[in-house]
Nanobody
Framework: VQLQASGGGLAQTGVSLTLSCAAS????????VGWFRQAPGKEREFVAA????????YYADSVKGRFAASRDNAKTTVYLQMNSLKPEDTAVYSC???????????????????WGQGTQVTVSS
């Protein structure tokens, strides 16, 4: 599975952005997908995860209620709708995939098998 995140950019506080994670590979529909971000000088952190079928989604407390993950397996694409953006959301956002239906330890980066290049999101105050 190969992944490519896109949709980042420069945004003002309070606006919305939608990130896309385009995947190639037949196994994608059987993969859970996670979103992670890394701000300058900080460790990578979990943002959101969505199950292979899209029926379950999980969020970090810092984005809960503002971000929403969804997926379209027919288009082999996962989305991250980011609303009410804040300056602290500034980071490089990456998507990752893991095989199987389990969502155990979905927030741990080491549990993901495939990673794509990230996309920069910058939120100005």
């Amino acid at each position: 599975v190969q992944l490519q995140a896109s949709g980042g950019g420069l945004a003002q506080t309070g606006v919305s952005l939608t990130l896309s994670c385009a995947a190639s590979g037949r196994a994608f529909s059987n993969c859970a997908v996670g979103w992670f971000r890394q701000a300058p000088g900080k460790e990578r952190e979990f943002v959101a995860a969505i199950s292979w079928g899209g029926g379950r989604a999980y969020y970090a407390d810092s984005v809960k209620g503002r971000f929403a993950a969804s997926r379209d397996n027919a288009k082999t694409t996962v989305y991250l709708q980011m609303n009410s953006l804040k300056p602290e959301d500034t980071a490089v956002y990456s998507c990752a995939a893991r095989s199987g239906t389990s969502m155990t330890d979905y927030s741990r980066a080491q549990n993901y098998d495939y990673w794509g290049q990230g996309t920069q999101v910058t939120v100005s105050s």
